[in-house]
């Protein structure tokens, strides 16, 4: 049976993003006191007792029109849909609002338990201005206080109380990947096309996603989790605060991640930025995926493909191993060679490959080409082994480290590469030191 959903709803700026963090029991909504700063909806998993959930947090719906407003509302709204159990969260010091009365009417047409909660009771003077809730019609509100923790016990004990009885299922093997990129390069339109639904707000106006927004599929029977991220701004250029959180939001996006897709606007080309961006993901040690984007505006000839890769490769000589996509996210055309490119780098990421097939790829290596003499001697290497995957992570037990050249070192990867399937994956050498004994 499928982890129960829980969907926190309510106008803007009631504090539906600090109640979602406090019930996380850390920040993973960004929180601010501007108005509309949650637009998608945000998934994470909650767990109380025993009980282990999902949880979503969504924009503010209000009859007000802002920008984006229609389509926050779609969200919250698709969310609702979604969820088993419904938190509608209210504002003690704004007392019961035409936005609220918005919300309950929309509540009021969904067969499933709503929990009533009213927040920023701080003070006990507060309490008895609760009473005026009550006319929303949902029942008896739970009394919180999102910034100070207040309640938030009590909330969580209502919510697990609605859920039926089941047996923890063993969770099967998911891949993970996000997409990073910079601003506006079509992310979030590539997320809808993957999922095959409307599942974050796609905009033309640069910026528009500002949390990471983790999403479980399943398509042709195997499972995934897509992380759609914020674009990354070069440091000197993050000048707000929400930009700020959104760029720790993606880093931590890759962190959680396996595979990273770097998105390219194909009809812009490559970019001093799309170099910068990648940085973050190498420098974890993330397979990498290239997805050009926007294919079907490029003007093309029977050479545009190749004459692009190559620009690729020689802009990446440090993913030389990355597999690259052409795709257009708005179309869907050539979609499915992601698909195909996250299960065979999902597999490299994975590799184990035995130690005697290693150790005699190795001495063949040496072989055929003996290492250059570097450091006042000549390195040997007596024994390899594989001492970790995800990424494969090779161990050289040599004379001495300090013998080793950085091309023989490439060298050696490169054979690696030719006879095994790392395919997107980093390969990281580590040089030890053989005991004399």
């Given amino acids: 049976m499928a982890k129960p959903v ?3 709803v309510g106008s803007p700026n009631v504090g539906k993003s600090t109640i979602f963090n406090r019930l996380l029991g850390q920040r993973h909504a960004i929180v601010d006191d501007e108005a509309g700063i949650t ?5 994470a998993d909650c767990h109380w007792l025993s009980h282990h959930f999902a949880l979503i947090d969504t924009g503010g719906i209000e009859l007000e029109q802002r920008p984006f407003q229609e389509q926050i509302r779609m969200q919250a709204e698709i969310a609702i849909d979604e969820a088993d159990v419904i938190v509608f969260v209210t504002d003690v010091r704004l007392g019961v609002s035409n936005d609220d009365r918005l919300v309950s009417r929309l509540l009021y047409k969904v067969k499933k338990p709503v929990i009533l909660v009213v927040n920023k009771v701080d003070e006990s003077s507060y309490v008895a201005d ?16 999102g910034s100070h923790g207040i309640g938030i016990g009590d909330l969580l004990n209502k919510i697990v109380s609605y859920f039926p009885k089941q047996e923890e299922e063993k969770e099967s093997e998911k891949i993970t990947f996000c997409l990073i990129g910079r601003p506006n390069v079509g992310k979030s339109s590539l997320a809808n096309a993957l999922l095959n639904q409307e599942r974050v707000i796609v905009s033309n106006i640069s910026g528009t996603t500002r949390d990471s927004i983790d999403t479980p599929f399943t398509k042709d029977g195997n499972e995934y989790v897509v992380i759609d991220t914020a674009g990354l701004k070069k440091r000197g250029k993050i000048y707000e605060s929400i930009d700020k959180y959104s760029a720790i939001r993606a880093l931590k996006a890759i962190e959680r991640s396996e595979i990273v897709l770097l998105l390219i606007d194909g009809n812009q080309g490559i970019t001093e930025q799309d170099k910068h961006v990648i940085q973050y993901a190498t420098d974890l040690c993330k397979a990498v995926i290239i997805v050009v984007n926007k294919w079907d505006i490029v003007d093309k000839d029977t050479n545009s493909m190749s004459n692009f890769t190559k620009q690729i490769r020689n802009e990446y000589k440090f993913l030389d191993y990355a597999p690259i996509c052409f795709v257009s996210a708005k179309t869907k055309a050539r979609i499915n060679t992601i698909f195909e490119a996250l299960q065979n780098v999902h597999t490299a990421y994975h590799t184990r490959i035995k130690t005697s097939l290693l150790n005699q790829v190795i001495q063949d290596a040496q072989m055929m080409n003996l290492a250059p003499d570097f450091n006042g001697g000549r390195l040997k290497i007596l024994y390899a082994s594989q001492v970790d995957s995800a990424p494969p992570t090779i161990a050289l037990f040599v004379n001495n480290p300090n013998f080793m050249h950085f091309s023989y070192q490439r060298y050696l990867e490169n054979r690696l590469r030719e006879t095994f399937n790392f395919d997107g994956t980093p390969l990281r050498i580590v040089l030890k030191q053989r005991n004399s004994k």
């Fill in 6 to 8: 829980v969907a926190i």
């Fill in 39 to 43: 637009r998608d909806r945000l998934y």
């Fill in 130 to 145: 609760a009473q005026e809730f009550y006319s929303l019609g949902l029942g008896e509100p739970i009394l919180v206080s």
